[in-house]
């Protein structure tokens, strides 16, 4: 057990697992996941927020497993290695318009850091625009930290803090289970289910689920994170979380060329557009916005899951801003950036730059 434990601290560790989330996300777009999204955290949020009907938008309405399975697979291994450790109380108001924004930006783009570079692995160029503004969001949030900017620290709670979000995945379980979809059928009487679109392609639930706690397991181990990748780089040019990410890019396209599924292009991709504008723009705000909360979406669900109730209150604020991008008009669509996208998107970068200004320690 004590190797197991310290090979996911060595760099063929977090290689490791970013092979077999690329090549698992491939596979998931082969049984029936959308194209070039076999995993996408903001994607699968807004797919739950709309099967919980935050929002009406009929094509991205199903209750990922994906996103259940993360959560729950981080818990058990958190358990398993006694890292489980409840902790709440750092900014968590500012952590959840963090993740309202940080959804909002990821929804302009059309998808979160995971699905840029899964989008590139497919072949779409559209996909290079957004991962330069995901650097470039991270690079501000990195001049914010080398200032002094702080959430503030967490600090330990009652056990029962850090088991509600996990919880609450358990519950979305049980109501996939109890309220399945009938054929033809849009509402389960409690579930939105699509009836075509993203929303309608979905991999197995159990194969869904299985790979969920797969990946949430071995990334609670190996601290996976693509936002941190990023961050580490720039902020002091360690390569330890980068290599992962690069591991996950790598086998995520040599996945795709084995599997039929790379077409490169920037025109008709699925489940994008080509306002190259805004797809950097929005991720520029995606990326402020991981930056200032410490993780990317895929991060805050393992946090989530191995007790940390800030992560999972930046979780509910990206679900709650899924509601709100396909609501007031603010989400993209393969015709290009919604009616008051590029309104949601200043906005957003004004909210980030205020926060990341006033909490640094010396203005306190």
């Known amino acids: 057990m004590g190797k197991f434990v310290q090979f996911f601290a060595t760099r063929w560790g977090i290689v490791t697992v970013g092979a077999v989330i690329g090549i698992l996300a491939q596979l998931l777009q082969k049984w029936g996941n959308p194209a070039n999204m076999g995993i996408c955290v903001a994607c699968f949020e807004r797919d739950m927020a709309g099967a919980l009907g935050l929002h009406r938008a009929a094509v991205v309405q199903y209750l990922r497993p994906e996103i259940i399975g993360f959560v729950l697979g981080s818990m058990i291994a958190a358990y398993m290695f006694k890292e489980f450790r409840a902790r709440a109380g750092s900014a968590p108001i500012v952590r959840f318009v963090l993740g309202v924004f940080a959804m909002i930006g990821a929804l302009v783009f059309l998808g979160c850091p995971?699905?840029?570079?899964?989008?590139?692995?497919?072949?779409?160029?559209n996909a290079i625009l957004g991962i330069l503004g995901l650097t470039a969001g991270i690079w501000i949030g990195v001049l914010f930290l080398k200032g002094g900017f702080d959430l503030g620290r967490s600090t330990r709670t009652y056990a029962s803090v850090g088991w509600l979000f996990p919880l609450v995945m358990l519950g979305f379980l049980a109501l996939l289970l109890v309220f399945p979809q009938a054929v033809g059928e849009d509402k389960s009487g409690v579930l939105f289910y699509s009836l075509k679109g993203p929303g309608s392609m979905h991999a197995p639930l159990l194969v869904s689920l299985g790979i969920g706690l797969l990946v949430g397991f071995l990334a609670q181990r190996s601290r996976f994170c693509t936002m941190g990748a990023i961050r580490d780089f720039v902020l002091f040019g360690q390569t330890h979380l980068l290599?992962?990410?690069?591991?996950?890019?790598?086998?995520?396209?040599?996945?795709n060329l084995a599997l039929g599924q790379f077409h490169p292009g920037f025109a008709g991709q699925p489940v994008a557009h080509?306002?190259?504008?805004?797809?950097?723009?929005?991720?520029?705000?995606?990326?402020?916005?991981?930056?200032?909360?410490g993780g990317c979406p895929g991060r805050q669900l393992f946090l989530a899951g191995e007790g940390d109730g800030d992560a999972a209150v930046f979780v509910m604020g990206m679900i709650t801003g899924a509601g709100f991008a396909h609501n007031l008009g603010l989400a993209s669509s393969t015709e290009g950036v919604g009616a008051h996208g590029v309104a949601a998107v200043v906005i957003g970068m004004l909210v980030c730059l205020f926060i990341g200004f006033t909490m640094r320690k010396q203005s306190a």
């Open 114 to 125: 995971w699905r840029a570079v899964l989008r590139l692995a497919g072949g779409d160029g």
């Open 243 to 255: 290599s992962g990410f690069t591991a996950l890019v790598v086998t995520a396209f040599l996945a």
């Open 274 to 293: 080509t306002m190259g504008l805004w797809n950097f723009g929005g991720m520029v705000l995606a990326g402020l916005a991981f930056a200032l909360a």
